[in-house]
């Protein structure tokens, strides 16, 4: 198991890595800027699990899956992991360092990209993940801001921190760990919701949701709390791309739409086919898609809502919570 440590600018990891300057912060790790002491001072990044989580076994289990899964991919679209990943008794991950700004401030809050710019930049995306499902790798959290914009117009996809590896058997495809959580809820697909396996289709929807936004500036759903936007796409479907923007074609909304299905089986089968049709939009039959998707409305996302939290370990909070105000009020009533 890891050792508890805090990371912070000035400290030498393992007598190589000199952290220079923190640059990120997510949920669970921070990243920093850092120098390669060994390698005549490259510039690399590095992220390392924040205090509270450094010493567990879960984080320590999912910095080593990271560093594994990352170590043995090499496509131009996917930051390079530089070994080794996980030294002594500290985990951490150390990939190249780019100075550049992630998708997600360019899209978004009205936002968007020219059509022919964001089926480019999908049909990179979709090359990237054709590569890690071709590796048996899930990636399981794509979104804009894991995907960094390059100076010189290639990309780059980032955080294999959720990725799973898919181990393919006897006729049937089986995960090499645990199902992890939903990721974002904006880009998060159906079957994720509650924890049920996904596989190459969760990725799909994803880069569905990313193309959604970077067409109409928008996700694909809106809205304050977390898990109402999540589970709103159990009840419903986004509304049609050409509502929010009309100059978007016919051809672009299809394929965008598709890709959302909310039936894994309606979806693109392989991100290579998600491409053939990113790369070639004029060859996309119209079928209609737009003319037939369900509304959500307030009475079917309520309904999910129940479920929902009956279904994901949130009831038994509720019940305690439901009780402790019964009894504030008995002994109230009764004092």
């Known amino acids: 198991m890891a050792l508890s440590f805090k990371a912070a600018p000035g400290q030498i990891l393992d007598g190589r890595f000199h952290l220079l300057e923190q640059i990120g912060k997510g949920g669970m790790s921070t990243v920093f800027k850092a120098s390669d002491l060994e390698n005549a ?52 991950v150390v990939t190249e360092f780019l100075d550049a700004p992630t998708l997600a401030s360019r899209i978004g809050k009205g936002r968007r990209l020219p059509e022919a710019e964001a089926l480019s930049m999908l049909g990179r995306l979709c090359e990237a993940v054709d590569y890690l499902h071709r590796q048996g790798v899930v990636h399981y959290d794509l979104k804009p801001g894991n995907v960094l914009l390059c100076d010189d117009g290639s990309l780059r996809l980032i955080d294999l921190g959720m990725a799973h590896e898919v181990v393919v058997g006897r006729g049937r495809s089986m995960f090499s760990a645990p199902a992890p959580p939903f990721a974002t809820s904006e880009y998060v697909a159906p079957e994720q919701i509650h924890r049920r396996r996904g596989q190459r289709s969760v990725d799909i929807y ?25 589970s709103a796409r159990e009840v419903g479907d986004p509304r049609a791309l050409r509502e929010l923007c009309p100059a978007i074609s016919e051809q672009a909304e299809e394929i965008a739409l598709r890709a959302l299905r909310r039936n894994p ?24 898609l737009a003319r ?12 999910r809502w129940v479920r929902f939290i009956a279904l994901t370990g949130i009831a038994p909070i509720a019940i305690l919570v439901a009780m402790f105000r019964f009894l504030w009020w008995y002994l109230d009533r009764h004092h």
């Open 206 to 230: 994803a880069l569905g949701a990313i193309l959604y936004e970077m067409l109409t500036g928008h996700p694909p759903f809106e809205g304050d709390d977390p898990f109402v936007v999540a």
């Open 265 to 288: 089986k309606e979806r693109y089968a392989t991100a290579a086919e998600f491409k053939a049709d990113v790369d070639d939009p004029a060859r996309v039959r119209v079928s209609g």
């Open 292 to 303: 037939r998707l369900v509304a959500v409305t307030p009475g079917r996302k309520r309904l």
């Open 41 to 92: 001072g490259q510039t690399v990044a590095v992220k390392v699990p924040l205090p509270q989580y450094s010493s567990g076994l879960g984080s320590w289990s999912m910095f080593q899956r990271e560093a594994e899964i990352g170590a043995r991919l090499h496509h131009p679209f996917i930051l390079r992991f530089i070994a080794p990943a996980l030294p002594g008794n500290r985990s951490y």
